[in-house]
Nanobody, 123 residues
Framework: QVKLVESGGGLVQAGASLRLSCTDSMASFSDYTMGWFRQRPGQEREFVANIRWSSDWKQYGSSVKGRFTISRDAAKNTVYLQMNALTPDDTAVYYC????????????????WGQGTQVTVSS
């Protein structure tokens, strides 16, 4: 079983940074993918980034590459999303995801989702 607990969202001004955290509180598996999607109001869920736990392999969505960094702390079963140079276009609900085998960018392929955390960037 997987239970994802997210934290770190908030309201910031453009240009600021935020770090999101997501902890797998059950940590039932030895290898898996964790990552982040976001959803703006009225829009589809958008792939942000993901990481493969055992290899530390990562990939990013084109709109965040170079500004966002995904990382993990294996001892804490936690994945982080460091977000720099935020713009109002980054305003969205950010969701943590988890899957034992899938490593791609399609939201529907991820079985486990966190509750979401709101990130709001003012201009």
């Amino acid at each position: 079983q997987v239970k994802l607990v997210e934290s770190g969202g908030g309201l910031v001004q453009a240009g600021a940074s935020l770090r999101l955290s997501c902890t797998d509180s059950m940590a039932s598996f030895s290898d898996y993918t964790m990552g982040w999607f976001r959803q703006r109001p009225g829009q589809e869920r958008e792939f942000v980034a993901n990481i493969r736990w055992s290899s530390d392999w990562k990939q990013y969505g084109s709109s965040v590459k170079g500004r966002f960094t995904i990382s993990r702390d294996a001892a804490k079963n936690t994945v982080y999303l460091q977000m720099n140079a935020l713009t109002p276009d980054d305003t969205a609900v950010y969701y943590c995801v988890h899957d034992r085998t899938y490593v791609g960018r399609i939201a529907d392929q991820y079985i486990y989702w966190g509750q979401g955390t709101q990130v709001t960037v003012s201009s």
